[in-house]
């Protein structure tokens, strides 16, 4: 893999306290005092670089340290305050500060209607032009309104707080298809094969949500006249998440021009007092039922990838889950790691995130176990790879082993192709990191990752033939 160019990350909000930790697993070394605005002091966050880490990457994830899904050959990436140099480097790491991020200003958003948005609130951005969780619902309900015969907007669940009654929001999503009898039905036997796009899961990775946004109106636009697009929406159902988190979602939002880096979901019930060195709420991309609890989880609730306390255990999972049930069937009948799905299996599903500038299929957990489909994923893989620039494999040979995955579960359960794109700036662009300035959107990850989506989009007539 080529050198990784520094980490400017512009924007950042750097709400985190250089107070002194002491050199334990992070559980030991949480604070007491809940996180909130007025606890926190703003303080520059810096991005080390540790050196061989990728071989140790368990190690950092037991001391709690914030492992951003970035490799460089063996080198890892933590993200933190000033005394986290310290503690890597106490721990026996071999480090060097890759970039340093001042705070900005901070603005919130203009007051939001949590649970009623508003043909207004399609306009509603935040830190230079990324939609708010209200501005991507309302945008979903205007383009079905105005496109009866292509799109059809859905709710399939509710956000941790909303269960709650607490606040929060409905799970959302659009189906995009040129409808004809049973299209964008939640029937699993579906005639049109089906390509899913998720984003915005670990809901400080905002880059993800503007992509499934443009994704949403390019195809909706393009019908009638793009005959690459018409194809598609002729053939294949189109499925789009572009905030799978959105109680996230809504704490990073609330940053305003300075997002605040929230990863998990609002979930605070396991523990509520991280203070300033972790985050409340559970790693949603670790908490699937699917070799739960394996490499890069933690039992710490503070912890950036916190498991949760059982497989399963939130409900933005376990309604994607069953999301996921109404739109596949269950092809992959076989219980071994490495039984396939049968070739004739339709459909892709896609999940995106940030920044590592990677794509990675299954299986997560460990890739010295290949699936019965390598062949095809990897394949794909390639091709995705070449489209983007990206390296590919599975997680572990070009970044990191992670457990309780989405793509691994999809693939597990119902035998589903599927993919992660780590949608990342490897070019010298300006434009790493989780917080880009909007105007890379246009100009740079939006025509990468455009073609990328489209190839992907083909390939769920017969994802594991022809390959």
Known sequence: MARRLPLPISGVAAAFAAAAVLLLPQAAATSTVAATESTQSAQPTFVYRVSGAAATAEKLFSYGFDVLEERDGNDLFVLGAAAEGDRLRAAGFTVSTESAMNPPSWTPPKPRATNSPTAADAGE??????????????????????????????????????????????????????????????????????????????????TTGDVAYRWIDYLVNSYGTDSTVTALLDSTEMWVVPIANPDGVDIVQQGGNSPKLQRKNADNSHGSNCGFSGQIGVDLNRNYNTHFGGASTSTDPCSEVYKGPSADSEIENTSMEKLFRELWPARRTGTGVTDPAPADTKGIMMTMHSDGSVVIFPWDYSSSVHTGNDASLRAIGKQLGAITGYPYGQAGQVLYNASGSTDDWSY????????????????????????????????????????????????????????
């Open 412 to 467: 597990d359960k119902l035998g589903v192709a599927s993919f992660t794109i780590e949608v990342g700036d490897n070019a010298g662009r300006g434009c790493s990191g989780f917080l880009p300035k909007y105007s890379c959107q246009d100009s740079f990850f939006w025509p990468k990752m455009r073609p990328a989506l489209v190839y992907a989009a083909q390939q769920a007539k017969a994802p594991y033939q022809n390959h």
């Open 125 to 206: 951005t935040y830190y230079g032009g990324y939609h708010t969780v209200n501005g991507q619902y309302a945008h979903m309900d205007q383009v079905a309104q105005q496109h009866p015969d292509l799109a059809t907007a859905f709710t399939y669940g509710q956000s941790w707080l909303k269960s709650k009654g607490q606040g929060g929001y409905d799970l959302k999503g659009i189906c995009i298809t040129k409808k004809q009898a049973g299209d964008c039905a939640l029937n699993p036997n579906s005639a049109k094969p089906r390509f899913f796009l998720m984003a915005q899961i670990h809901a400080r990775e905002i």
